[in-house]
């Protein structure tokens, strides 16, 4: 077997690589959770899309390149090694974008896929509501029909990015008698339409990555829903498919967290081997990370070849947010004290980022569903297990 990359791919890596050379902020942006970073990171979704490179995996005649997973994966290991800014957009383009091309009306692909590429409208995802997280179907908040509109009341939590995005998927109960995953809508709706109260939620670092979003009888137009009325849940699992599969975090993220700790564990080296374990844990990252490449490329070869991502897609959810908690604990381990500086603090200088992802990969087994519920679904689809 032969393993390397086609003479095309060879072009689009250098091409990419040339782009963000010439592209990526030399000072880094001040974080999306705050508003100047956020619309400084808007802005850079705008330069991305002036070189066609805000939807890389998107068809051309939608502002993509039709790059096939490889060409994506190539995309994104140079995307990291850059060092370029976070994508604020990635609930839109990644998540919704894809849902988007598979249910939406030609003229809900003409009216949302441009300007989201564009960086024009940012997307937050609204699933959640107190009571209704990993058990999704417990949903509660209401869109009850008036004649072409959909009235909403009720609340989601924990809709990331929604202080300050500008439009809402999300997905609502319309059959006021319905049960569980039935009489449940996909909605797209303005987060600026009247009756929408949103509450900012302070993460751990202190900054508000998310927020509570209330409905109070906000009218969003039939024209908004994307499938059919009721076939919200079947839609919401193939974004969800998106969410835990490939695209949401490329294995470039975490082999870069490697490179990273490893010139980090080197930097403090003699500290760092008073504590044998440390230099275990660093090559374990390193090798793990490594491993989950390779399996990325392995599964993109099979979907290529027509297969299916299936429930792999929570092995992938559990690997990678596993490491990224092995790759930060270990970087807080080798940092001792100074681990503990904020990225704002005078002394922090680069470390502080260590901190800022530490705090973030707590979420990790969170996030995009819970991997308890992860398992549930490796032990009973993957393993034909009997239900718990
Ligand atoms: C950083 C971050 C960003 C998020 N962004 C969004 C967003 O943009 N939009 C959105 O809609 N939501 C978002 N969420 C919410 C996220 O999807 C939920 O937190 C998640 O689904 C878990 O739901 P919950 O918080 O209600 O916890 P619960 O469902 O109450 O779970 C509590 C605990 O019980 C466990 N548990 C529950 N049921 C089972 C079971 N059947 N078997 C075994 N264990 C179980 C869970 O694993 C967990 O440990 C985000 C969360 C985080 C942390």
């Given at each position: ?27 880094p ?12 990171h ?26 096939d ?7 994104e ?127 751990l ?17 039939v ?6 009325e009721?076939?919200?849940?079947s ?14 975090r ?31 844990a ?36 559990i ?30 200088g ?34 034909g297990?009997?239900?718990?």
């Amino acid at each position: 077997m032969k393993l390397e990359y086609t003479p095309r791919q060879k072009a689009f890596r250098k091409e990419i690589r040339a782009w963000l050379k010439k592209h990526v902020p030399k000072k880094p942006l001040e974080t999306f959770d705050t508003p100047a970073g956020f619309e400084q990171h808007r802005q850079w979704e705008a330069t991305l899309f002036s070189g066609r490179w805000s939807a890389v995996t998107w068809p051309k005649d939608m502002g993509g390149r039709g790059a096939d997973l490889i060409e994506w994966l190539i995309f994104e290991e140079e995307y990291w090694a850059a060092g370029a800014p976070l994508r604020v957009n990635q609930n839109g383009v990644f998540l919704l974008a894809p849902t988007l091309m598979e249910f939406g009306t030609a003229e809900q692909k003409a009216r949302f896929l441009p300007r989201m590429a564009a960086g024009q409208d940012i997307w937050a995802q609204g699933w959640s509501e107190p009571g209704a997280g990993s058990d999704l179907a417990a949903i509660r908040c209401k869109a009850e029909r008036e004649g072409d509109e959909y009235v909403i009341n009720g609340q989601k939590t924990w809709s990331t990015r929604a202080v300050w995005a500008d439009w809402l998927f999300g997905m609502f109960r319309s059959d006021p008698n319905s049960q569980r995953h039935q009489g449940l809508t996909f909605l797209l709706l303005p987060l600026m339409a009247r009756g929408i109260t949103i509450r900012p939620i302070k993460q751990l670092n202190g900054l508000t990555g998310f927020a509570e979003i209330f409905f109070d009888n906000v009218r969003v137009p039939v024209a908004n829903r994307l499938g059919d009325e009721g076939a919200g849940w079947s839609i919401a699992m193939a974004t969800a498919g998106f969410e835990r599969g490939l695209m949401l975090r490329s294995p470039a993220r975490f082999q870069q967290t490697a490179k990273n700790l490893i010139a980090l564990y080197q930097a403090h080296r003699k500290t760092a081997d008073q504590d044998p374990s440390l230099r275990d844990a660093v090559l374990k990252s390193w090798m793990d990370a490594e491993a989950y490449t390779l399996a990325t490329y392995a599964t993109a070869c099979r979907l290529a070849r027509g297969g299916q991502i299936g429930a792999e897609a929570s092995t992938n959810k559990i690997v990678w947010s596993e490491l990224d908690l092995l790759m930060h604990e270990t970087a807080m381990r080798i940092l001792g004290a100074r681990g503990e500086l904020m990225p704002s603090a005078p002394d922090a200088g680069d470390l502080g980022n260590w901190l800022d992802g530490f705090l973030f990969a707590q979420a990790g087994p969170i996030y995009a569903g819970t991997n308890e519920i992860q398992r549930n679904i490796i032990a009973e689809r993957m393993l034909g297990l009997p239900r718990a």
